[in-house]
């Protein structure tokens, strides 16, 4: 059974960081990419980050970029999102997906699902 869950959201100061971490089961990361995801309340869900299967290739959003860091860890069969310099704008569910290979930008392309955590930015 494949699980994905994530961890490590909560209240944070404007300017503050979080590290959120996606814990996955019975899928390798070495053959999947782990893609991040966020929805804010009354908005669509938009694609934050993604890290290839190999770990070679990542993308960010253009509203995350140089606050953003995605990275993994295979022997832990993690995945991480570093989020420094938070804002307000922030404030979302944020999910990790996984789906073979190669990161894609829409939602639907992706096979499994976390349950998501929440990150709050207020002050």
């Known amino acids: 059974q494949v699980q994905l869950v994530e961890s490590g959201g909560g209240l944070v100061q404007p300017g503050g960081s979080l590290r959120l971490s996606c814990a996955v089961r019975?899928?390798?990361?070495?053959?999947?990419?782990i893609g991040w995801f966020r929805q804010a309340p009354g908005k669509e869900r938009e694609g934050v980050s993604c890290?290839?299967?190999?770990?070679?290739?990542?993308y960010y959003a253009d509203s995350v970029k140089g606050r953003f860091t995605v990275s993994r860890d295979s022997v832990k069969n993690t995945a991480y999102l570093q989020m420094n310099n938070l804002e307000p704008e922030d404030t979302a569910v944020y999910s990790c997906?996984?789906?073979?290979?190669?990161?894609?930008?829409?939602?639907?392309?992706?096979?499994?699902w976390g349950q998501g955590t929440q990150v709050t930015v207020s002050s």
């Open positions: 890290i290839s299967s190999h770990g070679d290739t990542t």
């Open positions: 997906a996984a789906r073979l290979d190669y990161c894609q930008r829409l939602p639907k392309l992706y096979n499994y």
């Open positions: 019975g899928l390798a990361l070495d053959y999947n990419a």
